[in-house]
């Protein structure tokens, strides 16, 4: 799609955007080839006013953050969309702005962190947090898009606070981010990886479970961290049971194995021990015969 196409016309400029993301989730998830100046055409080119050409400057900022690790990109593009969404307040209506802002402030963040500026980071997802709060869920599909935003927002401040040392508040904004959406397996990872730091193992170990049970991403990693929990604890057979689970979904996973060969040791379930040994065995073997 031309430049001119999307610069005249905001439906190709949004099924532009639409594409150019389907291709950017499935490199993610695939590595199928994608490319960044897609993003930027939209960045430049999409009609002035419109939420797809933010939505491109935003991708930007964080591609540039996340991928490309380019301090000035982020600040150059945070620069841009912060100067357009000021001139273009009046043109959105004050949910569709809010929104816009809080977005914003979360994205532009990246660039305070990679520069260690710790206070800037806090002020920045204050206001990110603050516009998020202010959306108004008066009907169906307003609260529907509230939530979508202060999901991320709050695994981001989840994050942000582990960053700052905070592991108190970090679990604070994990569980907030549960509340909205009980039922996403990576957001039961990420307050387990902070009950870890916190010591709360056996709750860790249930949540690390819950993430399993709701399915992927990372269900062999959650039965994996399931069953290091329940060792910890002495829940050996629990911990058995775990990584037998983590092997079902992923049967090349070394370590749950020689876990197994050393808990059926402890246990005295030398079947299991057996049958471990013998699969570490065949890996080996299958490793030796791709060298060869």
């Given amino acids: 799609m031309s430049a001119e196409q999307i610069a005249t016309d905001d439906a190709c400029a949004a099924l532009g955007y639409f594409r150019a993301n389907a291709r950017f989730m499935l490199n993610q998830d695939y590595d199928a080839p994608y490319r960044l100046d897609e993003f930027r055409t939209l960045a430049e080119h999409a009609p002035l006013g419109t939420v797809t050409r933010f939505d491109a400057q935003i991708h930007l900022i964080v591609q540039s953050a996340r991928f490309i690790k380019d301090v000035a990109a982020v600040e150059s593009w945070s620069s841009v969309a912060f100067r357009e969404l000021q001139g273009l307040q009046q043109e959105f209506d004050d949910f569709t702005y809010s929104l816009l802002m809080s977005?914003?402030?979360r994205a532009a963040s990246f660039a305070s962190q990679m520069r260690g500026n710790r206070v800037q980071i806090v002020r920045e997802m204050d206001l990110a947090e603050e516009y998020a709060n202010s959306l108004p869920r008066d009907t169906e599909v307003r609260r529907i898009l509230a939530d979508e935003n202060i999901h991320p927002l709050m695994q981001?401040?989840?994050k942000e606070a582990v960053w700052l040392g905070e592991l108190e508040l970090a679990e604070h904004r994990a569980r907030r981010v549960l509340e909205?959406?009980?039922l996403d397996p990576r957001a039961h990872i990420e307050l387990a990886e902070i009950l870890l730091t916190r010591d709360k193992i056996a709750e860790a170990a249930a949540n690390y479970?819950?993430?399993?049970?709701?399915g992927p991403p990372g269900t062999a990693i959650a039965w994996y961290m399931a069953g290091q929990c329940y060792e910890t604890l002495g829940h050996l057979e629990?911990?058995?049971?775990?990584?037998?689970?983590a092997l079902k979904v992923d049967s090349f996973g070394v370590s749950a194995i020689e876990r197994l060969v050393d808990l059926a040791k402890q246990t005295g379930n030398h079947a299991l021990g057996r049958w471990a040994e013998l699969r570490i065995g065949e890996?080996?073997?299958?490793?030796?015969?791709k060298l060869h």
């Fill in 103 to 105: 977005r914003y402030y």
């Fill in 156 to 158: 981001s401040r989840s």
């Fill in 180 to 182: 909205v959406d009980p």
């Fill in 209 to 214: 479970r819950k993430a399993a049970e709701l």
């Fill in 238 to 245: 629990h911990a058995c049971d775990c990584f037998v689970s």
């Fill in 283 to 289: 890996l080996k073997q299958k490793g030796t015969q």
